[in-house]
Structures are given as C-alpha cells and as structure tokens.
C-alpha cells in the first residue's frame, strides 16, 4: 500500500506560482504513474498531469500546457507539480494519486491540498 500526502497549496495571485508537492511512502514503485487532478467547487474531479516513475515519461491537461510541469525526486519518494502563471480557473483542491502504469485503477489518493487564484 502507498500513501501519499500533498502539501504546498495556498492563496495566490494571478499570474503567480505555486509547487505542490505529493510525498510517497510505503512500498516501491518503479512501475508505477503518478498523477494530479483537480476539482472546483461543484465540478468534478479533472486530470492535470502524469509523470511514469521509471523513465519521467510526462503528459499534460491541454489546459495546463505551457503553464505547469510535473517532476519527481525518486530519492525522496516525492512528485512535484510547479504551476506558472496562474489562473483564477486554475482554484481547485489538487489532489495526486498512484497507480501502476498499465492501470487505470488508482492504488491509492492523497488527501488533497486547496489552491486559490485570486483575480
């Protein structure tokens, strides 16, 4: 079992930046993807990014391209997602999650952490 723990959301102005970072613990996964979502106020969940844990291999939303890139410290078991030039839109609770990377069953969610763009 993986848990995952997400830190390093906050309130931020447009055109600003913020890294969260999604912490790992538990058994390897070398074989795995790490991904982040998002979901706004009475939207539903929306996939932001994706990195493969063995090789970096990265895919983005269409809507963050350009804007956010998604990294890993495999010594720290941590994944990153610095976002650049924030948009009001981008106000959501990110939340990462794992799964193996042939699966598109999720092993385990973080808890969440909010991130607010002010206009």
């Known amino acids: 079992q993986v848990q995952l723990v997400e830190s390093g959301g906050g309130l931020v102005q447009a055109g600003g930046s913020l890294r969260l970072s999604c912490a790992a613990a538990?058994?390897?996964?070398?074989?795995?993807?790490m991904d982040w979502f998002r979901q706004a106020p009475g939207k539903g969940r929306e996939f932001v990014a994706s990195?493969?844990?063995?090789?970096?291999?990265?895919n983005y939303a269409d809507s963050v391209k350009g804007r956010f890139s998604i990294s890993r410290d495999t010594r720290k078991k941590t994944v990153y997602l610095q976002m650049n030039n924030l948009k009001p839109e981008d106000t959501a609770v990110y939340y990462c999650?794992?799964?193996?990377?042939?699966?598109?069953?999720?092993?385990?969610w973080g808890q969440g952490t909010q991130v607010t763009v002010s206009s």
């Open positions: 990195i493969r844990w063995s090789d970096d291999d990265t």
């Open positions: 999650a794992v799964r193996m990377a042939t699966s598109t069953t999720y092993a385990s």
């Open positions: 538990g058994r390897t996964f070398n074989t795995y993807r």
